[in-house]
């Protein structure tokens, strides 16, 4: 293997290696790793007038050892050592690529072995176009130092560092991670990045919301125009999906009020510290279960005319919180709304084009609708986003076209005014909400200053 790699009879070298599920381990990486130095090291020697940044010859440019565990750590070590003893010695960010693609997909490697690969990565820009390390062992830890190394690289080149960076599969990516490659993202380091069923949750999502937005503000930028940016987060569940439970008739007053004092933990606790905030004089609180009971009572009591209590309960609003798809968007509509980033319209053949992939994360509806209007606002900024949300159960087909596709704009403009008219009601909900709070926090506060009034005067006269 060594010597396939360092042959000089460029001949008989096959320009893709493939050894997949072969039994393969560290000692085989080691052997690549001699062969790439000593391919280095004789193209310095005989390419003193090479000055095109080219692809070394006399070796692979594709390697794929993917399913074999055996590799491990050890294995990821001795391939990132010898991508590091290729970088040049000017240290300027043209090194040259070492190789398209590197495929350690399946190969056991934990944080220890992504470590390595970032400081090969820093050291040596663009010396990889392809990685792909999925259905390893990688956590948070070795995301974010790939992140970093991404940002360190691209500081030191003129263009995207990675391509493409696959870390599919690796359960304990979370939302620290993706924000780190978030990031990257964001500073043009990498033009791929795939997290499909990782483990990320609402802020990670929204993390690569607001890296798209940076890179819509910048793309008019010789390395965005005519760009395509790609962020696949299938199948990381930070929808809200759930099976609808059907009921034969709409909540009354009573249920309503059942409702309120069902939450009456957090409603109470909200009271309380709504009268300690709000009044701020030290004034008496609700301190027993009893009162807590009679806050939720009074609560519900204000809320059982409002006919959007039922739409907007607090649990609905918590969940609705937690939806990464609708913090993602709304990164998204907020950035676009930005006079700045309505300032950098590009013309139609020099578009920049997004395309994300939240196929089968547990979106409903509502996440289907604000989705839209963020594509809408996307397209309004000159930029056309492109996201495939298919296996999603609680999105109807149509849909699903249209925020794909981006033909139906009379839809797309259609569902994005109805996600717009959604959140005026929510916001309305949530006002009328506080307001009740405020109320019932008074009226209770004034039976407690009541009761103690009359406690303090509760004289024994049969004394005198």
Request: with cysteine; glycine share 8%; aromatic share 4%.
């Amino acid at each position: 293997v060594r010597r396939l790699f360092e042959n000089e009879n460029y001949s008989i070298i096959p320009n893709i290696l493939l050894m997949e599920n072969c039994g393969i381990g560290a000692a085989f990486c080691r052997s690549i790793g001699r062969g790439i130095c000593n391919a280095f090291e004789r193209n310095q020697i005989q390419s003193s007038d090479n000055t095109d940044g080219c692809l070394y010859e006399g070796r692979p440019s594709i390697l794929r050892i993917g399913g074999n565990p055996a590799i491990g750590d050890a294995g990821a070590v001795a391939l990132a050592a010898a991508f590091r003893m290729a970088a040049s010695d000017d240290n300027n960010g043209d090194n040259g690529v070492i190789m398209e693609e590197l495929d350690l997909s399946s190969c056991n490697i934990g944080d220890v072995g992504a470590e390595a690969i970032s400081l090969a990565l820093a050291c040596n820009p663009s010396s990889l176009k392809r990685l792909d390390l999925s259905n390893n062992k990688i956590t948070d830890v070795g995301a974010i130092a790939l992140g970093r190394a991404l940002i360190e690289s691209r500081e030191r080149t003129s263009s995207f560092a990675l391509d493409q960076i696959i870390l599919d599969n690796n359960a304990l990516i979370g939302d620290d991670g993706a924000a780190a490659l978030a990031k990257a993202v964001s500073a043009g380091a990498v033009r791929s990045v795939h997290l499909r069923s990782c483990s990320i949750r609402a802020e990670g999502a929204a993390e690569f919301g607001k890296a798209l937005i940076e890179i819509v503000k910048h793309s008019k930028t010789r390395q965005f125009q005519s760009a395509q940016i790609e962020i696949d987060m299938s199948g990381n569940h930070f929808g809200i999906s759930k099976p609808k439970k059907k009921k034969g008739a709409a909540y009354s007053a009573s249920l309503l009020r059942d409702k309120a004092s069902s939450n009456i933990k957090f409603i109470g606790k909200s009271l309380q510290s709504r009268i300690k905030g709000g009044f701020g004089m030290g004034l008496t609180t609700a301190e027993s279960d009893d009162d807590e009971e009679e806050m939720g009572n009074v609560m519900g009591e204000i809320l059982s005319d409002d006919e959007d209590v039922e739409e907007f309960d607090s649990d609905r609003l918590k969940a609705i919180a937690r939806c990464g798809a609708r913090l993602f968007s709304s990164e998204i509509i907020n950035g676009a709304s930005d006079s700045s980033v309505q300032a950098k319209q590009t013309n139609d053949d020099a578009r920049l084009q997004i395309m994300v992939g939240m196929r089968q994360c547990c979106l409903d509806d509502g996440a289907a609708d604000a989705l839209a209007a963020a594509k809408v606002g996307a397209r309004k900024s000159g930029t056309i986003l492109s996201i495939d949300i298919a296996m999603n159960a609680g999105v109807d087909d149509a849909t699903k076209a249209a925020l794909k596709g981006g033909e139906e704009k009379e839809l797309l403009s259609s569902i994005a005014e109805r996600h717009s008219n959604e959140m005026k009601r929510i916001l309305e909900a949530q006002e009328r909400r506080e307001a009740a709070a405020e109320v019932a926090a008074a009226r209770v506060h004034d039976r407690f200053l009541e009761d103690d009034l009359f406690d303090d005067f509760d004289y024994d006269y049969d004394e005198y």
